[in-house]
């Protein structure tokens, strides 16, 4: 039998944002529990707020997100606090940390930690062949020159922030290779 060894165990409190390395964590249905736990809806597209479209919300990737308490399966999801990329941080505040991501986007955003059916995230099209199926990528396409697919939230998890997967496996030999 091949061993496996676990080096590091991340979770992400906040879409799009960095997140925090942590002891342990725990797998359900939808993978590890609380990751993605929050996120921001952009109240003039009505979509989810994803780094994925990265001229719009790329700024997000400059903050660091993590929870106060360990999240509990069942229970609400903890409080988190956020350091913004000029090293100020918002603690356990809701409105001020919309306020602030906000002012960091240009744009009007709001806190959410549940998911309306239906919602979408905008994901710039890398444009690249045999990322995706074409009939696949053609049936998320916005139709416009912007090159932007239109994405549903929890494809892979529904009820869930998260995008394509529910849980991320990375191999050394890939971050090395990565790294060279």
Do not use: N
């Amino acid at each position: 039998m091949t061993e496996i060894r676990v080096g590091r165990l991340w979770r992400y409190p906040v879409k799009s944002m960095q997140g925090e390395e942590v002891d342990e964590i725990v797998l359900g249905p939808g993978g590890v529990i609380a990751d993605r736990g929050y996120g921001f809806f952009d109240v003039e597209s009505g979509r989810l707020v994803s780094a994925k479209h990265p001229k719009r919300f790329g700024a997000l990737l400059g903050c660091a997100a993590r929870y106060l308490s360990d999240p509990v399966t069942g229970e609400p999801t903890p409080p988190i606090e956020v350091t913004f990329p000029d090293g100020s941080v918002v603690h356990d505040d809701d409105a001020e940390l919309a306020r602030r991501v906000s002012d960091l986007l240009g744009r009007d955003v709001r806190l959410i930690t549940t998911v309306d059916e239906g919602l979408a995230f905008d994901e710039l099209d890398p444009g690249v062949d045999g990322v995706m199926p074409d009939e696949f990528a053609a049936a998320l396409s916005s139709g416009g020159d912007d090159h932007l697919l239109q994405i549903p939230v929890g494809m892979a998890a529904p009820g869930t922030m998260l995008d394509l997967a529910a849980l991320h496996i990375l191999t050394t030999s890939t971050l090395s290779k990565l790294a060279a």
